[in-house]
């Protein structure tokens, strides 16, 4: 059980900017996937998650992105995306995708030590002007 992010890089202030999530050993259509970013000397925060599987369909932005970036994933539910527009300053950090099992997500995620989160090793975001 696997999740790699790509597409991280250098971008600059309005610029738009795509990541991505891969799943091995599992497909999102039984998880609840998110995004999450960490800033030089923040905490990580949520910023998305999409849950995609059939008859149990739903997506929730924190409001620093609202707007601005929008989650999707694949046909094969095997791909989460991370569509970034209109690109901030505070913006900038390392992108982590996470999952976790549908049954197991009660509206909020567990503690970044939880065993029950798949976490991404990161993806990191430059923003320059």
């Known amino acids: 059980v696997q999740l790699v992010e790509s597409g991280g890089g250098v971008a600059h202030i309005g610029d738009s900017l795509r990541l991505s999530c891969t799943a091995s050993?599992?497909?999102?259509?039984?998880?609840?996937a998110g995004w999450f970013r960490q800033g030089p000397g923040k905490e990580r925060e949520s910023i998305a998650h999409?849950?995609?599987?059939?008859?149990?369909?739903?997506?929730a932005y924190s409001d620093s992105i609202k707007d601005r970036f929008h989650v999707s994933t694949n046909d094969a539910q095997t791909t989460m995306y991370l569509h970034m527009t209109a690109l901030k300053p505070e913006d900038a950090g390392v992108y982590l995708c996470?999952?976790?099992?549908?049954?197991?997500?009660?509206?909020?995620?567990?503690?970044?030590?939880?065993?029950?989160?798949?976490w991404g090793t990161g993806s990191l975001v430059t923003v320059s002007s």
């Open positions: 999409i849950s995609s599987g059939t008859g149990h369909r739903f997506h």
């Open positions: 050993g599992f497909t999102f259509a039984t998880h609840v």
């Open positions: 996470a999952a976790i099992e549908r049954n197991l997500f009660d509206g909020g995620w567990p503690d970044e030590a939880s065993r029950l989160v798949t």
